[in-house]
Nanobody, 130 residues
Framework: QLQIVESGGGLVQPGGSTRLSCETS????????IGWFRQAPGKEREGVSC????????YYLDSVKGRFTISRDIAKNTVYLQMNSLKPEDTAVYYC???????????????????????WGKGTQVTVSS
């Protein structure tokens, strides 16, 4: 059974860092594109960062470029999102999602569209506040 569990959220001060983990089971990361998405209260869900299944093509939302880094540990079946220089506007519930059919054509927004992802975790809250 395919499972996705996020962890690592919490309260972080502005300018601080945290790392989110997306632990997966029941499927092989080599065959799934993985994405991190977020949704803040009253706002639409947005794709934050996504990583392809084999050649590590990565996409980042413009507002997080240079601050967030997505990575995969195949041996641990885990995908990480390192979040640095956090800002209050990064406050949201962060979701990890997986899909075997998304075909990245490059580091483009099209590889990070939430409606294209089939499998989702329950999310982890990240609050950036002093």
């Amino acid at each position: 059974q395919l499972q996705i569990v996020e962890s690592g959220g919490g309260l972080v001060q502005p300018g601080g860092s945290t790392r989110l983990s997306c632990e997966t089971s029941g499927f092989n990361l080599d065959y799934y594109v993985i994405g991190w998405f977020r949704q803040a209260p009253g706002k639409e869900r947005e794709g934050v960062s996504c990583i392809s299944s084999k050649d590590d093509i990565t996409y980042y939302l413009d507002s997080v470029k240079g601050r967030f880094t997505i990575s995969r540990d195949i041996a641990k079946n885990t995908v990480y999102l390192q979040m640095n220089s956090l800002k209050p506007e990064d406050t949201a519930v962060y979701y990890c999602a997986a899909d075997p059919t998304v075909v990245p054509l490059g580091p483009l927004p099209t590889m990070c569209v939430g409606n294209e992802y089939e499998y989702w975790g329950k999310g982890t809250q990240v609050t950036v506040s002093s």
